[in-house]
């Protein structure tokens, strides 16, 4: 039987029962009434929820880079403030932010709406933010075999603002740096002024 989200994403790879079941269990672990007027219809809700935020584990990225334009041009090709929302892997709490990603082609430029499709496939999945940003700067590297990768994330995560240590306002920033960004420290350079712009304070690893 195929189910439909409410944002008409396909969910016959997920296994919606079981997730109601799961979340009914919970319900009743901390002391609630799962069969209340207010959480009635929780359950169902979660699992559609769950269903589009984790679809990511039924898509391939790669795809979104097959289809590229032969084009002699050797500059930066840059697209910033990507927004994308996540899950963490760790306490199942959502992190969201943007991602930046740079490339230096070599005879390969793809459309720029297909980076943003690489990093919300890849963001809808249980994650982590190191791993979201190499898995990233992979795709690019092998899929269009540019001289130079750069892609830069940043962003704030719910499991350290609204539980544990209770920072609002930290923001966490990772980077992979791939090729001639990385070996050549005057291309570096010009790829996180693009990115940063005037933040002159910005360090990253």
Do not use: W
Not at 50 to 61: K, Q, S, V
């Amino acid at each position: 039987m195929s189910f439909m989200s409410d944002t008409d994403t396909p969910l016959e790879n997920v296994d919606l029962p079981r997730i109601e079941k799961a979340v009914r269990e919970i319900l009743a672990a901390v002391g609630e009434d799962p069969d209340r007027e207010g959480l009635h219809e929780t359950p169902a809700r979660i699992a559609r929820m769950y269903a589009e935020l984790f679809r990511g584990l039924h898509e391939d990225p790669r795809v979104h880079l097959k289809k590229f334009f032969t084009e002699k041009y050797d500059e930066i090709v840059l697209v910033r403030d990507i927004s994308f929302n996540s899950m963490c892997e760790h306490h199942m709490l959502p992190f969201m932010g943007k991602a930046h990603i740079g490339y230096l082609p070599d005879g390969r430029v793809v459309g720029l709406s297909k980076l943003a499709r690489v990093v919300e496939s890849v963001a809808r999945r249980p994650q982590v933010q190191e791993r979201m940003t190499e898995t990233i700067a992979n795709l690019l590297v092998e899929e269009l075999n540019a001289k130079g990768v750069a892609v830069v994330i940043e962003a704030v995560h719910t499991c350290m603002t609204v539980r544990g240590v209770r920072k609002p306002g930290s923001v966490c920033v990772t980077s992979a740096i791939k090729g001639a960004f990385r070996n050549k420290p005057s291309t570096r350079a010009e790829i996180m002024t693009l990115i940063f712009g005037d933040r002159s304070n910005t360090h990253l690893p």
